[in-house]
């Protein structure tokens, strides 16, 4: 016999939804904070949001635990006992503020260069930026150096689009999508929404990497590659299609610099270089008039074969080029097969795969659209395959020209900016023409000449004084790394301590744990922060750090400004920077404070904007002297980059007062505006400008009505690098600029204007024979996941994964540890069994270790007694050569830090007390954590 | 009362798919930041910040190997959270009437304010799917949002549990699966859903969809080369440019 | 599962308690007055105390008499049920031993029937779970119902009586013992039947949270097999054979027999915190741990 209470099923939600931006990591979706009694309550995804339709991460659904955490800073601190103490007094805003500027304004005035500012996860940077911009000094740049600038550089040199952020596959019509080095990145949800629509589709999916979890653990077949050789397993699926002749020649001769005529003079100054008409312009041979002519010339038939011999110099089109390298047996599968680790019968099938899909299965959308010769296309045809990649590819010293080689991959297969394949978000496609040149010229109290980070073509652009000497604290832009368009965080630190190239006062970082996981050889790196001079002065003597939590970093700053939650300040995500557009709309959006700060705390945005005021940088102080930004929301309304453009394309003012899209005069209800929508702004593509994008004469309007450049600006795809040549030419001794000899051999093997493969790291028989790795989680955010009550308990430690050969080898059983070996240091560690893993590889979660006293964690938490970082066995130079040099642990193209270069050997050891190297206890700032926590907003 | 319903009207339950699964915790921390918020106490958590917290969940992802004779292992993400038997040991044991079954929806239950935390339901129920709450000491367990699926105060489309409405990856549907003509019950019979533990005789209600075959080696036939070196290609090129052109 | 000192206490006591009482409803032996007095104040003092104890393991004791209301279908509420029932009923049957010198006979049987009962019931809500293979067993209720009649004529003076069902408990618990130790792998299930997987070597890889939680912390109990063969051996010695040995081998003397009853009891706790520790519940296949 049956009974049952009464129950209320339809209890009262929330008094009230407050719409902004989850900011619990960079995907950046759209949340509903649901409000009880004027407390958060409950936060669920934005359904109406572009990037996550509604749905969130294991992350974003925590972030009410974010916003609670015992971690969060109260006040301003100022350093009481020695940097790294941890010993810190709470002080007034008004004594920060007079600090920092009594340290920044002498700098401005004598010596710009002398202050280093340089940005973490944040995502102000075109504000951040502009700041430093008009401070004067060269030494800015945000984290993406030591992130993934391979593939942002390796993609716009390309085809003036990225994977990362930049574009997209088109999820709803490609049938084969591939997948390499993905754990997790920064479209979160998009890739996973992505991933549902493709299984729903029965589309396939195919997952590139050494471990196989997550993404890869649904992937319809694995490739569990050698780390470092993807780059020459790419290449030889390159060799098959072209061996077969399953390659996209009339999307080659229309779109690309494949017909491109290459001066093949070997004397000559030309030599190398795209032969161009007289303004400049790239030329290709014209098959109706038998003639070399400019390659975007309307009725131009641009022929992949002619050479033309003219002066008595041969040209040939760079496919000739292409052709010639890549048919060679270098690449062939059979000769690939052992170092890629991948058999040669499952290269060719994967070759044969791709070709089956782009060109057996090939879609047609019934779209006319014209292209930028003029010529209209009845419909819009596809190649249905995709591909997405990141920091397996980018985070290797040759990542560069792997990406470089995806691409390649891509565009033979015409799967880019066609249906089914691969697309670009605006403001991309943007090709590096188009990018600015870094600016470096730092003057005494003058702003800098332009924006410090861009696209350099050739050496002219280079940040160096004539004698060579870097003018960047990081040695961006110089012969050691030419291309490193997001600069060099990782070099900072290092290069401030032992005042190379030159001495600064003060460094100032944001939201950056530069003292743990975000810096390789992390024990060495605490060193350096604390290292002192002759006289007993600190070598760096001026740290400022904004961070919201109790982080390892806060531990080695002087000054400690206290920045708000995601959910106590506006933040803008905007188009002038990595904003949230798709490859069918352009989009940006805000962060509103649903809540005010309920202690001493300030937005850093806002913070910078009255430390502008104070030091009196232009834009900063209003025609009267007074501030020109009340905060950072006045600055993000007011602010104009260029005559009606501005950080928000939403809702901004037409000459006659209405409410207009793109370009517009500012508009004081634009905030308000974007609340109402939901914190963000979309504008549709056309339907006739949806593809091919760079060639696309609607896109290319429609890009210049919204405001994201001022004129059309058509292009085709570099498949051949004329920068890159141009680099080369100077190491063969051409041009005013000349690289410093021990340089000369390396910018003419690495800076090739086709994608070339090199191994990386140290070689196996070094004594190091295993790669060791690691992978985001999921549920995890760097470091700062780990104050979060909920998620801590999902990763609160994390053991060191060991495939199968080698756990057998070493008689590993579960919960045994293991010490871990690099030529550079050495920690003990759990270790646990996996399968799925390349034979020779072993991995831990990025980011769980943590240094006791950081993050209001008891002293015994298992991030710190069983979790560890890898980061101590890597280091930001190589080992010795024995050429009397060091190497710096980067790509030399873009000086991307290596981290996935690591080699470790590894020994089964009795489990000790703790995990090693265990570091001091650091003081913590913030009082202790409570012993339980239950929360009801309305209980 | 703790006697089961000799039938229930409806049979709701979760489908997941675990060829979908990524093993994101997202329907983790939905379900608890929903279910702390709503039915019953909050989830709470005991020593949060300190060496061993252990807070309650009524959702966890576990995962699993599966490593075949030859070939390449594959891993499995695999969530679990109540799966509201029809024959639910964990109701039956209870002394005090606190769990219970719904008639109308087959819902499995705890009425927090009659359960006196012996813990019993919990030995009960083979898929450990029953936390004690470590600061209430009452027993919590997934509710399957019965708090949200009917609620007016919620738009129509959000009428689906927590878990449901977050996943990203769609590797959770939410129906009745005593109604054939059901999505979850189509999808159930199309993909071959699974019992978890049919031989425990607990009859659930929540059904799994098994792994599609990963890595079959069945590939399009291999490429016929056009050419073996630089020189045969460019013959190849120029003779195929004529025919496009 | 976790030995939880409060669950060994409850069984072991109350299950001596009211072995006793059977002894004493049966008239075993036929005492009256003071002496009748001291024998129930025993018999009480364990079952009380027993179920007690028991109401600590509770989450919320306060809330205790919730417990009997689900007779119908909950092993625990008739447990309660019974319990409470014998006691009063024999509550009634001593009064009247030690305050009348009167017995009613019929009274003492029924109380006896119901302790017996109550030891079925308190056994039975181990016995009932399928999901642990070691309990879910005819020889759980048999086990909890011969050391109650064993211990109860032990602590009731039936030194024959007490032998031989001295000898008879320690040659079940032999064999439950190492039935029990094959019947988790005899149970249909297994980790493939837990997650339906297939296609090859089946193992749990990474525990959902790194963390514990209430689950591994009280179904997942590791006993190491040597240790468990020590504390099987120990058990057994002190709640069989020394005190069967002693009533056997050695002249009667109340400081012997209460040696006898103390090992005895020592003994039961042993096996009690071994019937806890070494049961495995399947939940334990999802964790990879058992
Ligand atoms: N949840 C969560 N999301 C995040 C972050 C986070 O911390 N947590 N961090 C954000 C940030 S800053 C970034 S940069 C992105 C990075 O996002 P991801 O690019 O996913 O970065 P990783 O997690 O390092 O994953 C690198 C992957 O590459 C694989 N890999 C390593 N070497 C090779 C190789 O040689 N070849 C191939 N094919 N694969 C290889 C690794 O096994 C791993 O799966 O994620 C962002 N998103
Ligand atoms: N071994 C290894 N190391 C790596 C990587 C790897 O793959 N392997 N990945 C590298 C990469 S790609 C990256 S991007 C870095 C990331 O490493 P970091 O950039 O250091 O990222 P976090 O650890 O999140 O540190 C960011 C800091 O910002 C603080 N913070 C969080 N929210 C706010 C806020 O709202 N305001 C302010 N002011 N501060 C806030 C956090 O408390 C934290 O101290 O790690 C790098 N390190
Ligand atoms: S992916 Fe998750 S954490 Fe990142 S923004 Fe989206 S919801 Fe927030
Ligand atoms: S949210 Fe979906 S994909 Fe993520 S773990 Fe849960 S079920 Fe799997
Ligand atoms: S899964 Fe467990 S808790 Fe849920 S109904 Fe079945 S037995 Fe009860
Ligand atoms: S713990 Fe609560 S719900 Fe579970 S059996 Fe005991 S009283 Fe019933
Ligand atoms: S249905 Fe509701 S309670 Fe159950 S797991 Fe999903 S979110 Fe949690
Ligand atoms: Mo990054």
Redo the contacts between chains.
């Keep these: 016999?049956?009974?049952?209470?009464d129950?209320?099923?339809?209890?009262?939600?929330s008094d009230e939804i407050r719409r902004t931006t989850c900011y619990m990591c960079a995907c950046r979706c759209g949340i509903n904070v649901?409000m009880?009694k004027g407390e958060i309550?409950?936060?669920?995804?934005n359904?109406d949001h572009p990037v996550?339709k509604?749905?969130?991460?294991?992350?974003?659904?925590?972030g009410?635990m974010q916003h609670t955490a015992?971690s969060r800073l109260r006040a301003p601190l100022k350093r009481v006992g020695p940097r790294g103490s941890g010993a810190f007094e709470e002080i007034t805003w008004d004594e920060a503020l007079e600090t920092a500027t009594g340290w920044l304004k002498p700098l401005r005035e004598s010596d710009p260069k002398r202050f280093a500012f340089f940005t973490g996860r944040d995502q102000s940077q075109s504000f951040t930026g502009y700041w430093a911009q008009a401070f004067g000094t060269p030494n800015f740049a945000a984290h993406g150096g030591f992130c993934s600038v391979n593939m942002a550089a390796g993609g716009i040199y390309t085809m003036g689009g990225a994977f990362w952020e930049f574009g997209e596959p088109d999820w709803d019509h490609t049938k084969l999508f591939l997948l390499f080095g993905v754990a997790e990145d920064h479209s979160?949800?998009p890739i996973?929404?992505g991933?549902?629509k493709l299984?729903?589709r029965g589309a396939k999916v195919i997952g590139i990497n050494p471990i196989?979890?997550?993404?890869n653990?649904?992937?319809?077949?694995?490739y569990?590659i050698t780390p470092g050789t993807d780059g020459l397993f790419i290449l030889s699926l390159v060799h098959?299609?072209?061996?077969?002749?399953?390659i996209d020649?009339?999307y080659l001769a229309r779109y690309t610099n494949a017909p491109c005529l290459v001066n093949m003079d070997e004397s000559g100054n030309e030599f190398g270089l795209i032969l161009k008409d007289d303004d400049g312009r790239d030329l290709v041979w014209d098959?109706n008039e038998n003639r070399p002519r400019c390659f975007d010339k309307p009725d131009v038939?641009p022929?992949?074969?002619a050479t033309w011999r003219h002066a008595g110099v041969t040209h040939k089109p760079v496919?000739?080029l292409i052709?010639?390298r890549y048919?060679?047996e270098e690449y062939a599968p059979e000769t690939v097969a052992s170092t890629v680790g991948i058999p040669a019968p499952r290269i060719?099938?994967l070759?044969?795969?791709l070709?089956?899909v782009a060109f057996n299965q090939a879609i047609e959308i019934k779209q006319p659209w014209t292209d930028f010769r003029g010529q209209t296309h009845e419909t819009m045809v596809g190649r249905p395959v995709s591909m997405h990649a990141m920091r397996g590819i980018s985070a290797h010293a040759n990542g560069f020209q792997t990406c470089r080689a995806l691409h390649l991959l891509q565009i033979l297969l015409g799967a880019v900016e066609t249906p089914g394949s691969f697309r670009f978000k605006p403001p991309y496609p943007k090709p590096p023409e188009a990018h600015p040149k870094p600016h470096a010229d730092a003057r005494a109290g003058e702003p800098l000449g332009g924006p410090h980070l861009g696209y350099p073509l050739g050496p002219e652009h280079l940040c160096i004084e004539d004698d060579g000497t870097p003018q960047r604290i990081d040695k961006a832009y110089t012969w050691e790394n030419p291309m490193s368009a997001h600069g060099l965080m990782h070099m900072v630190i290092s290069n401030a301590a032992a005042g190379d190239p030159y001495k600064i006062d003060t460094l100032m970082l944001y939201m950056a744990n530069m003292a743990w996981n975000s810096s390789m050889n992390t024990a060495q790196t605490m060193a350096m922060l604390t290292a002192k001079d002759e006289n007993g002065e600190y070598k760096i003597p001026h740290i400022i750090y904004s961070d919201s939590y109790s982080s390892e970093m806060v531990a080695y700053a002087d000054l400690i400004l206290p920045d708000t939650t995601y959910l106590e300040r506006h933040d803008c995500i905007s188009l002038l920077d990595r904003p949230i557009s798709d490859a069918e709309r352009a989009a940006d959006a805000i962060r509103w404070p649903v809540v005010e700060p309920d202690r001493d705390v300030r937005a850093f945005q806002s913070v910078l904007c009255d430390l502008g005021h104070r030091l009196g940088l232009p834009g900063f102080v209003a025609p009267g002297g007074g501030p020109a930004f009340a905060d950072y929301a006045g600055y993000i309304t007011n602010h104009e980059r260029r005559p009606g453009v501005g950080p928000l394309s939403g809702w901004r003012l037409a000459e006659d007062g209405s409410e207009t899209d793109g370009r517009g005069l500012p508009n004081s209800e634009q905030i308000d505006r974007y609340i109402e929508n939901g914190g963000f702004w979309t504008a549709e593509i056309p339907d006739n400008a949806q593809f091919y994008k760079p060639w696309n004469q609607a896109y290319q309007n429609w890009s210049v009505d919204i405001g994201l450049v001022d004129a059309p600006a058509p292009y085709t795809f570099n498949l051949y690098s004329e920068p890159l040549r141009r680099f080369q030419l100077a190491a063969e001794g051409k041009g005013p600029r000349q690289p410093p000899e021990h340089l000369r051999d390396r910018i003419l093997t690495e800076l090739d204007p086709l994608p070339i493969w090199r191994p990386t790291g140290t070689d196996a028989d070094d004594g190091f024979p295993v790669h060791a790795l690691t992978q985001r989680p999921?549920?995890m955010y760097h470091s700062w996941g780990t104050?979060n009550?909920?998620?801590?308990?999902?990763?609160?430690?994390?053991p060191l994964y060991v495939p199968?050969k080698i756990w057998k080898a070493h008689g590993f059983s579960d919960g045994d540890w293991a010490q871990v070996t690099s030529p550079h240091g050495e920690i003990t560690v759990p270790v646990?069994h996996?399968?799925?893993?390349n034979e020779n590889t072993v991995w831990t979660w990025n980011a769980i270790g943590k240094r006791k006293g950081a993050w209001?964690?008891?002293p015994?938490?298992?991030e710190a007694?069983k979790g560890f970082l890898l980061n101590h066995l890597i280091h930001e130079l190589l080992p010795p050569k024995g050429d009397g040099l060091r190497w710096s642990n980067s790509d030399p193209v873009t000086g991307q830090a290596a981290w996935f270069d690591l080699k470790v050997k590894i020994k089964k050891v009795s489990a000790p007390r703790e995990s090693k190297p265990a570091l001091p206890t650091i003081h913590s700032p913030v009082p202790k954590?409570?012993?339980?926590?239950?929360?009801?907003?309305d209980? | 009362m703790t006697s089961l319903p000799t039938r229930t009207d409806k049979q709701l339950g979760l489908v997941i798919d675990l060829d979908i699964c990524v093993g994101c915790h997202a329907c983790v921390t939905a379900c608890k930041g929903w279910n702390t918020e709503n039915y019953g106490a909050p989830l709470g958590d005991d020593d949060p910040y300190g060496a061993e917290p252990v807070g309650s969940f009524l959702n966890r992802i576990h995962s699993y190997e599966v490593q075949p004779e030859d070939g390449t292992a594959q891993l499995i993400h695999f969530p679990k959270s109540c799966l509201h038997c029809a024959d639910a040991p964990c109701v039956t044991v209870c002394p005090t009437g606190a769990s219970y079954k719904r008639v109308e929806d087959g819902i499995v239950l705890v009425n927090e304010s009659d359960c006196i935390g012996c813990g019993l339901c919990a030995w009960a129920c083979p898929y450990g799917a029953r936390e004690m709450d470590p600061v209430e000491n009452v027993m919590k367990k997934c509710t399957l949002c019965v708090d949200r699926i009917y609620n007016d105060n919620l738009p129509e489309d959000d009428r689906v549990p927590a878990c449901v409405r977050t996943c990203p990856t769609g590797a959770r549907a939410f129906g009745d699966l005593a109604d054939p003509d059901s999505a979850v019950s189509q999808s159930v019979a199309a993909r071959g859903g699974l019992e978890l533990m049919p031989e425990q005789g607990t009859a659930p209600v929540n059904r799994y969809l098994p792994p599609r075959e990963k890595d079959s080696n069945v590939l399009a036939p291999l490429l016929e080369p056009i050419a073996e070196e630089p020189r045969g290609f460019l013959v190849w090129l120029d003779k195929t440019l004529d025919r496009i052109g | 599962m976790h030995p939880a000192t409060s669950l060994i206490l409850f069984t072991t006591l109350s299950g001596l308690g009211f072995g006793l009482l059977i002894f004493l409803g049966l008239g075993m032996p036929p005492v009256t007055g003071w002496v009748a007095f001291a024998f129930f104040a025993i018999a009480y003092a364990l079952a009380v105390g027993g179920l007690l104890s028991s109401v600590f393991h509770l989450g919320h004791p306060e809330r205790a008499l919730k417990a009997f209301t689900q007779w119908r279908s909950s092993w625990l509420s008739r447990e309660a049920w019974a319990a409470s029932g014998v006691l009063s009923v024999m509550a009634v049957f001593g009064a009247g031993l030690v305050f009348a010198g009167e017995r009613i006979a019929p009274l003492g049987w029924l109380g006896a029937l119901g302790a017996a009962g109550t030891v079925l019931a308190t056994s039975m809500i181990y016995a009932q779970l399928k999901t642990v293979p070691r309990w879910n067993h005819w020889s759980t209720p048999s086990l909890f119902l011969l050391h109650a009649v064993a211990g109860g004529a032990l602590l009731a003076g039936q030194s024959a009586a007490a032998i031989l069902l001295l000898v008879i408990l320690g040659t079940f618990q032999l064999w439950v013992w190492s039935d029990g130790d094959v019947r988790f792998e005899r149970s249909s299930t297994t980790l493939a039947t837990a997650t339906r997987l297939t296609g090859g070597a089946l193992r749990a890889f990474e525990q959902p949270h790194t963390g514990p939680n209430y689950l591994t912390r009280e179904m997942i109990h590791v006993v190491g097999r040597r240790h468990a063969r020590k504390l099987r051996a120990i058990g057994l010695s002190l709640a069989v054979i020394l005190p069967a040995a002693i009533l056997a081998l050695l002249p009667f003397s109340h400081a012997l027999a209460g040696i006898a009853v103390l090992s005895h009891i020592a003994g039961s706790l042993v096996n009690r915190w071994l019937f806890f520790a070494e049961a495995e519940h399947v939940v334990g296949l999802y964790y990879g741990q058992r």
């Design positions: 016999m049956h009974s049952q209470p129950l209320d099923t339809s209890p009262r939600v649901h009880k309550a409950y936060i669920e995804g359904r996550n509604g749905v969130l991460c294991g992350k974003g659904a925590a009410i015992p979160s949800n996973k929404i991933l549902g299984k729903a196989r979890s997550g993404y653990a649904v992937a319809d077949d694995w569990g098959c299609l072209l061996e077969a002749g399953k020649l009339d098959a038939k022929d992949l074969a496919f000739h052709a010639e048919l060679a060719r099938a070759a044969a795969e070709a089956d999921m549920a104050q009550a909920w998620l801590r308990q999902i990763h609160g430690a994390n199968t646990a996996m399968a799925a893993l209001a964690l008891d015994d938490a298992p007694t954590a409570p012993e339980t926590v239950a929360r009801k907003t209980a």
